[in-house]
């Protein structure tokens, strides 16, 4: 079944609940120790995520195989420790499940929160990603995402360095 996207409500919290630690934790789990892990996983809330889903700053897209969400973006309020230098917005998550890599849902869903940046009235967008996570950087870049800065990126009491990624929109 090809997956299609959908803007996430309220009543998809518990299902990004479910979907966010599990992409996490399968995607960056064996990194770290079970209480950092646990730590970070555990602001995974419902009520986080009906209170982002409530805000208008915040769009959260779903791809759904079916009943079963295979992926997620969001785009939110610039938090990281950047200069803008025009309006920005952020892409503050991008997860697939790993039956879904390499099937392309990939792109359709950044051409999809790069329209959606766009149409909130962005002229540029962030992101940050794990230095050593290679594949997603080239994804980025073949975007036209270019490395900004670097950031510390805390799971629990283990901290990361991500890299801060813009693109021009």
């Not at 996983?41 to 208008?56: D, H, K, M, Q, Y």
């Not at 962030?126 to 975007?143: G, I, K, P, T």
Request: charged share 25%; net charge negative.
């Amino acid at each position: 079944m090809t997956p299609v996207l959908r803007d996430a409500t309220l009543t998809d919290a518990p299902l990004l609940v479910k979907i966010g630690t599990e992409t996490f934790t399968d995607t960056f789990g064996h990194l770290y120790h079970p209480d950092d892990l646990a730590a970070f996983i555990g602001r995974f809330t419902v009520a986080a995520w009906e209170e982002e889903l409530s805000n208008p700053r915040y769009h959260v897209v779903l791809a759904m195989a079916g009943d079963e969400a295979v992926g997620y973006a969001k785009l939110g309020p610039p938090s990281l420790p950047f200069e803008p230098t025009g309006v920005a917005i952020e892409l503050r998550q991008f997860y697939l499940r790993k039956e879904a890599q390499g099937t392309g849902l990939a792109a359709t869903l950044m051409e999809h929160m790069l329209a959606k940046a766009r149409a909130a009235g962005a002229d540029e967008l962030f992101l940050s990603v794990f230095v050593d996570n290679h594949r997603a950087r080239r994804f980025y870049e073949r975007y036209g995402f270019q490395r900004v800065g670097t950031y510390d990126f805390m799971v629990g009491n283990h901290r990361d360095e991500d890299d801060v990624m813009r693109v021009a929109l």
